[in-house]
């Protein structure tokens, strides 16, 4: 058997620990730069902003003739400095129902009257209108408001 100068001895071990070392910086910095991005993806998906209506339901009579209003306050607020242009709309609607807006759009914080008309063809019953607010960014947040025409 060979005897192992001292000088040749511990220099395999040393590269080994070396070559450990560095693939193992490589995995954590791989691992730190996904959690880097993932973090800052997420960070800038929080801007936002909230849509809100108050009250958040009413009950209406459909009349013989012409239309009867009523009215709910809409608020939009940022959420984290969000401050990009907002559009609200409203869906869910049956016939003879329609929903407008006294400001259809602006920048968070804004309010709106939302104002809910019902004419002598409106169907009974019980119907949700979602209030959806659309950012210029395309983010989108939505509330509801339940609706109940009477006779």
């Known amino acids: 058997m060979k005897r192992l100068l001292e000088d ?3 220099v395999e071990p ?3 620990k070396i070559m450990a070392g560095i693939i193992l910086l490589a995995v954590g910095l791989g691992i730190g ?3 880097y991005q993932q973090a800052g993806m997420g960070a800038e998906q929080t801007l936002s902003f909230s849509v809100n209506v108050l009250p958040t339901s009413a009950t ?3 009349p013989t003739t ?3 209003t009523i009215t709910a306050q809409v608020t939009v607020q940022p959420v984290l400095g969000y401050d990009k242009q907002v559009t609200l709309s409203a869906t869910g609607m049956p ?3 329609n929903v407008s807006f006294s400001s259809q759009s ?3 914080e804004f309010g709106s009257t939302m104002t809910i008309s019902v004419d002598d063809t409106a169907e009974l019953g019980t119907t949700t209108i979602t209030i959806r607010g659309t950012g210029e960014d395309d983010t989108t947040k939505s509330t ?3 609706l109940t025409i009477v006779d």
Request: hydrophobic fraction near 45%.
């Open 8 to 10: 040749e001895a511990g």
């Open 14 to 16: 040393i590269v080994m």
């Open 33 to 35: 730069v996904a959690l």
């Open 60 to 62: 209406i009579g459909r």
């Open 66 to 68: 012409s239309e009867n």
């Open 95 to 97: 016939t003879g129902v």
């Open 106 to 108: 602006g920048i968070p």
């Open 144 to 146: 509801t408001f339940e």
